[in-house]
C-alpha cells in the first residue's frame, strides 16, 4: 500500500486513514502499531505481552489505540483528505464497534476509499465493502505484488483527478 499511498500523494492529492506496522524486537513480531496517515499519530495497536483487551491470535487488542486513532483517523479522513486508505480491515479492526462505524462511514462517504481487506473473514462490514457496485477487489498473489500498485494507482487517479 505504501507506494500506491506515495503515487497518489506525488500527485498532491492527500491521504488520510491509517495503515498498521509490524513491531519486531530482536526480529521476531511482537504486536502491531496504528498510524493515522494525515498526523503521523500512532499507538500500539496490539501485543503479544498486553494483558487487557480482546484477544486475536497470540495479540491482545488495546481497544484505546483503535478508537483514539484509528477511528477517529477515518473519521477526519472523509472531510480532510482526498483519498481514503485503511491498511487493513481485519480481526484486530473489527474488535471496536466504534471502528467499525467510521469505516463504515467511509465508505458511504462521496470520498474514492482504497482498503486491504482480509479475505477469509466472514463479517458484514466486509461483505458490504466487496459487493459495493463500485469496488474493485485484487488478490495479491506472489506473480503480481510487485506490479499491483501500478494498476492500482492507475485507477484511483483519474476518479481523484475527477474524471473516469
Do not use: W
Not at 120 to 129: G, Q, S, Y
Amino acid at each position: 500500500m505504501s507506494k500506491i499511498l506515495l503515487a497518489i500523494r506525488s500527485q498532491g492529492f492527500t491521504v488520510g486513514g491509517i495503515v498498521t506496522r509490524e513491531v519486531k524486537v530482536n526480529g521476531k513480531r511482537e504486536g502491531f502499531d496504528i498510524v493515522d496517515l494525515k498526523t503521523e499519530r500512532s499507538g500500539r495497536l496490539a501485543a503479544i505481552n498486553q494483558k487487557t483487551g480482546p484477544p486475536v491470535g497470540k495479540y491482545r487488542i488495546s481497544l484505546s489505540a483503535l478508537e483514539e486513532i484509528g477511528a477517529r483517523a477515518m473519521s477526519t479522513s472523509i472531510s480532510e483528505s482526498d483519498l481514503i486508505a485503511c491498511d487493513e480491515i481485519g480481526p484486530m479492526e473489527l474488535c471496536s464497534p466504534e471502528f467499525k462505524r467510521a469505516i463504515v462511514s467511509a465508505l458511504r462517504s462521496s470520498k474514492p476509499m482504497l482498503g486491504v481487506l482480509h479475505m477469509r473473514l466472514n463479517d458484514p462490514l466486509i461483505r458490504e465493502a466487496r459487493n459495493m457496485p463500485e469496488s474493485e477487489i485484487f488478490e495479491v498473489t506472489l506473480d503480481n505484488r510487485d506490479s499491483l500498485d501500478k494498476v492500482v494507482a492507475s485507477l484511483i487517479l483519474p476518479l481523484l483527478r475527477g474524471s473516469t
